[in-house]
């Protein structure tokens, strides 16, 4: 089943509601866009939250015939640089299966399997926040410029050219004590 909420018009984006073991026994599919505006737990890891992001839910059986939610986002999202406090692109190429346990116990006996994604399923599982949560969870823990394109190593650069280093000032009071 599948169901679509949007309590206040003007506050609250919509929300894509499925039930997802029905949404996986039945191959269920919904793909889109969504702004990254949309996503209000990622933006306190972006720098700006122009642009979209697409996206695609399907429901599977796995080999097992086990209900599982495939998902797959791409677009490309900036984030802030750890040295330089820049911002950075990063693109997103993301691609989930997340095996659906019925109830508590299977979810503990399946996470004991450290090569398979669990989550527990539920007859109203907002499809957008878990999507929003595999986003996050891909993102680089410390994301950071390539060599030679951060804001810091331009200033390195720079006082090899034959600018005195910035901490210069420092080291010579010390020297003088």
Do not use: W
């Amino acid at each position: 089943m599948l169901r679509f909420y949007k309590k206040d018009f003007h506050l609250m984006p919509v929300r894509l509601i499925i039930d997802a073991l029905d949404f996986a026994r039945n191959a269920g599919a919904h793909h889109g866009k969504i702004a990254l505006s949309e996503f209000e737990r990622l933006q306190d890891y972006l720098t700006d939250n122009d642009g979209e992001l697409q996206y695609a839910v399907t429901g599977t059986l796995n080999r097992e015939a086990r209900p599982v939610l495939q998902i797959v986002v791409q677009g490309s999202i900036n984030l802030q640089c750890q040295r330089c406090l820049g911002q950075i692109g990063h693109a997103l190429d993301l691609q989930t299966d997340l095996l659906l346990a019925q109830n508590e116990n299977e979810l503990s006996s399946l996470d004991e399997d450290e090569s398979v994604d669990c989550i527990l399923a539920t007859s109203d599982m907002d499809a957008l926040a878990l999507i929003e949560d595999e986003i996050i969870l891909s993102l680089p823990i410390s994301p950071r410029h390539g060599e030679n394109e951060c804001l810091v190593d331009n200033i390195h650069s720079n006082d090899a050219a034959g600018e005195k280093p910035l901490f210069a000032a420092l080291a010579a009071l010390k020297n003088l004590h």
